[in-house]
Nanobody, 123 residues
Framework: QVQLQESGPGLVKPSQTLSLTCTVS??????????WSWIRQSPGKGEEWVGT???????YYTPFLESRTSISRDTSKNQFTLQLSSVTPEDTAVYHC???????????????RGQGTQVTVSS
């Protein structure tokens, strides 16, 4: 069974960098045809796609966050990591990692996702 687990600090100060790691078990992040994403949910904004790293290591980011976002991976640990710099309270959300079999699809394309981790940006 595929499982994804997010980890990282729950509180980040404004202007700092948010860093979250997704640990995947039951599947390899290098398996051809699968795409690994970060999405976030916050009251009033619904679900937002943050970015995706492909099985080959290519990355794609949502345009309005692209200048502050970086997704990388550690294939030896079967993990991928989100870094979001210069955070503001607007970045407060529950962050999920997820897998899909379609690149740049929508929420219906995620077949597995983590339970999510609350990140609050506050001084």
């Amino acid at each position: 069974q595929v499982q994804l687990q997010e980890s990282g600090p729950g509180l980040v100060k404004p202007s700092q960098t948010l860093s979250l790691t997704c640990t995947v078990s039951g599947a390899s992040i290098t398996t051809v045809g699968y795409y690994w994403s970060w999405i976030r949910q916050s009251p009033g904004k619904g679900e937002e796609w943050v970015g995706t790293i492909t099985y080959g290591g290519s990355t794609y980011y949502t345009p309005f966050l692209e200048s502050r976002t970086s997704i990388s991976r550690d294939t030896s640990k079967n993990q991928f990591t989100l870094q979001l710099s210069s955070v503001t309270p607007e970045d407060t959300a529950v962050y999920h990692c997820a897998r899909s079999g379609r690149l740049l699809g929508g929420p219906d394309d995620y077949d597995y996702r983590g339970q999510g981790t609350q990140v609050t940006v506050s001084s």
